[in-house]
């Protein structure tokens, strides 16, 4: 399957938001939980998850004295009391003794009799019929009341009143954890539609939880509910797989609010919450965000999925080019739950500048080195000064030191209010766990055990080289890759090429043409010659020459998205596989690309969701190799999926309401009147229209003759 470009500079903001909103990692720059924009938020997840784990367990009275503390509205619901004090009833006569029997006769006389009079239509046959449970016992095989015995009862109850109280208190899980399980659901959808397996399917099927919480249902009332818009409820239907009448009962629970709806039906979809703690803490780890230390490594007690960075056999003739996408990177600020934090995407390095930003108390990002280094070391075009390169590399290792104190803390999936039980024993087991057979012999790369050290230093090593990169200081990261792997640049000629690029636009941004034109005719003319496709991109660079003045580096070469690229590349020469969470993330997004194609409109939810800002793509002289780069990154084994669609996107309601498919026109109406009529998805209605000249009603009279 084809993979995108990711622009993992917003990803790493969204993780980052995502993982402060769960008060998964401690940073002593940022300010503590208890103070932090997002705190209330979180207290009433944690709320919510304790009430539903009361439940879940049967503990029926923990979870009201909850509720009558944080949320009495439900209590004063009769359908909501009449089910949890059913369950009370339920969870009494399940201890056996004689003095619960009795406790569940008084719960029936004082409080389930008069809620069943009231609570809903059909609630006191449910009181009459729950009291078969006095005859037939839970293990009893004839039992007429099984399904009131049924255990699975708590968890449904237990999800109904989350999602009651997460649209009430607006505890909304994090975006993050919301865009996973929307292209999660489309990624399956998309496979499913088109008959091939997906490479990630081990991840997503383990991730994304089959069962769903039951839906929140709105209060009946007299009042005539006003008609949905029918554009509204498809969209709906078709993002979070409802029928039709589901998605009308959604809409009237959020009282019409489209995006509020979608965000109550996402967060109904269960998340296997510990693996996807495990995901995030290793792209964390890969991307500098948090510390790898292992002594702070899983805190929470979470196994590991595998080895969070796998070192394996170098294969003679991998060519880390052939699946390392050159991606751009997009300054992003938007944060869920009112968190504000700010990239350093596009502070031009600047020491001031961050020190302004510091001062003015804003959560800055910080992850990586600024200190200002001379330009003749940054734009040196000889790679024979193999001891000043590699001091180069140690002061900077060195000074990363004292940055890797600056690092998020992983703290884990723990808190006061949680019930995390033998927390040091499995934290001993995690450590153990991830510590084992990660260094192995590197044959063939003149990099022994003694160059690189333990895990630690390797981690160090590829943070250390993405710096450099990031920073532009090209000839030092090429002299440095030299130095460890002679055969790099030889299996990835495009990684060189670009940061000879940057070489180049440094040394005609300081007049020294003579040296960039040296850079042009040695290095950038051969690769170009080599591969076609860098041709365009090196006349492109050559322009740079007409303009001098231009800041032609920052505008046209994204570098932290180049860095990521090289990070990947090498981490593979040295055996370290980049994160699951990446891999998820480029054939989701693409799988997302391709949906949409075949539906033949724009996602109305990707803005709310970030997902437009994960695919930004604004880089003229990468955006070839890119390409070309995505193309080879194909996984081996795996389905080839081509989706040509001659129509156009529809890119939002106030675009022109026709589409094509083929020759034929087919009206926005008419395929809003096929979906509901005939309840098949956007495609489907499409291509029946198309075989119908656009005509509706000929087609749904085809299918009911």
């Known amino acids: 399957m084809d993979s995108m470009p990711v622009n993992w500079e917003a990803l790493d903001t969204l993780i980052v938001d995502f993982a402060k909103s769960e008060n998964l990692i401690e940073d002593s720059v940022t300010c503590s939980p208890s103070s932090s924009p997002s705190s209330s938020s979180y207290h009433q997840r944690l709320v919510i998850r304790q009430i539903r784990r009361s439940l879940e367990v049967g503990d029926i009275d923990a979870a009201t004295d909850l509720l009558r ?20 009833f339920i969870e009494l006569l399940r201890r056996g003794t004689a003095e619960a029997r009795e406790s569940a006769i008084d719960c029936l006389r004082t409080v389930l009799a008069p809620c069943a009079l009231d609570a809903y239509p059909e609630a006191y046959e449910e009181f009459k019929h729950v009291l078969l449970a006095f005859i037939y016992d839970k293990d009893d095989p004839t039992s007429l009341v099984a399904h009131e015995w049924s255990e699975r009862r708590r968890f449904d109850i237990a999800g109904l009143i989350s999602s009651v109280l997460r649209a009430h208190m607006h505890a909304y899980d994090p975006l993050f954890a919301m865009a996973l399980r929307y292209l999660i659901s489309i990624h399956k959808g998309f496979c499913f539609r088109k008959g091939i397996s997906s490479p990630i399917s081990d991840l997503t099927l383990r991730l994304l939880l089959e069962e769903r919480d039951s839906p929140a249902t709105p209060q009946e009332s007299l009042y005539e509910v006003p008609p949905f818009d029918e554009v ?30 979608f965000q109550n039906e996402l967060c109904r979809m269960r998340l296997d919450d510990s693996m996807l703690d495990e995901l995030v803490r290793e792209y964390c780890i890969y991307r500098g965000i948090v510390d790898s230390g292992l002594a702070s490594s899983s805190v929470s007690g979470i196994q590991p999925l595998s080895e969070p960075l796998k070192v394996n056999k170098l294969d003679p003739g991998f060519s880390s080019s052939r699946s390392c996408s050159l991606e751009v990177d997009c300054e992003t600020n938007k944060h869920s739950d009112g968190e504000s934090s700010i990239s350093n995407a596009h502070m031009n390095n600047s020491p001031e500048l961050n020190a302004d930003m510091m001062g003015k108390g804003t959560d800055v990002e910080i992850r990586y080195s600024c200190e200002p280094t001379g330009n003749h070391d940054d734009c040196s075009t000889s790679e024979t ?31 006061k209010h949680d019930s995390v039980p033998d927390v040091h024993q499995e934290l001993t087991a995690t450590a153990a766990a991830t510590s084992t057979n990660l260094l192995e012999g590197r044959q063939g790369l003149g990099l022994s055990l003694d160059s690189i050290g333990n ?35 030889g299996q990835n000629p495009v990684l060189l090429f670009h940061l000879k690029q940057i070489e180049f636009l440094k040394l005609v941004s300081m007049g020294d043409h003579s040296g960039a034109l040296r850079v042009a005719c040695s290095h950038l003319g051969p690769l170009a010659a080599n591969d076609p496709l860098l041709l365009k991109a090196l006349k492109e660079t050559l322009l740079a020459l007409l303009r001098p003045n231009e800041d032609a580096l920052g505008r046209c070469l994204p570098l932290h998205a180049l860095a990521t690229s090289l990070q990947v590349a090498i981490g593979r020469r040295l055996g370290i596989e980049e994160p699951q969470l990446m891999k998820m993330m480029r054939a989701m997004l693409y799988t997302h690309n391709e949906w949409f194609k075949i539906q033949m409109c724009k996602d109305r939810f990707e803005g709310l969701l970030k997902i437009d800002s994960l695919k930004e793509i604004n880089t003229p002289l990468l955006s070839d190799a ?53 309840a098949l998805p956007r495609a489907d209605a499409i291509h029946l229209l198309a075989q119908y000249n656009g005509n509706a009603e000929t087609v749904i009279q085809q299918i009911f003759a």
């Open 232 to 261: 509204d409820i498809q969209a709906l239907a078709h993002a979070v797989e409802l029928t039709r009448q589901g998605a009308i009962d959604s809409l009237r629970f959020a009282k019409g609010d489209l995006l509020q709806a």
């Open 69 to 88: 503390v944080h949320a009495p509205f439900i209590l004063d619901d009769h359908r909501f009391l009449f089910r949890l004090q059913k369950q009370k």
């Open 385 to 415: 000064h193999g001891p000043e390169n590699s001091r180069v590399l140690q002061r900077h290792r060195s000074h990363g030191t004292g940055e890797r104190s600056k690092r998020k803390r992983w703290r884990g999936r723990y808190d």
């Open 626 to 678: 890119a390409s070309k780069s995505n193309a080879d990154a194909s996984t081996n084994g795996s389905s080839q999926v081509t989706v040509s669609s001659s129509g156009r996107i529809v890119e939002d309601g106030s675009s022109p309401t026709q589409v094509s498919s083929g020759d034929v026109l087919c009206d926005e109406n008419a395929i809003l009147k096929v979906m509901e009529f005939l």
């Open 455 to 489: 895990r630690e230093n390797m981690y160090e090593t590829l943070l250390v080289m993405k710096d450099l990169a990031s920073r532009g200081m090209a000839a030092e990261v090429v002299a440095e890759v030299n130095r460890i792997d002679p055969e790099f640049f």
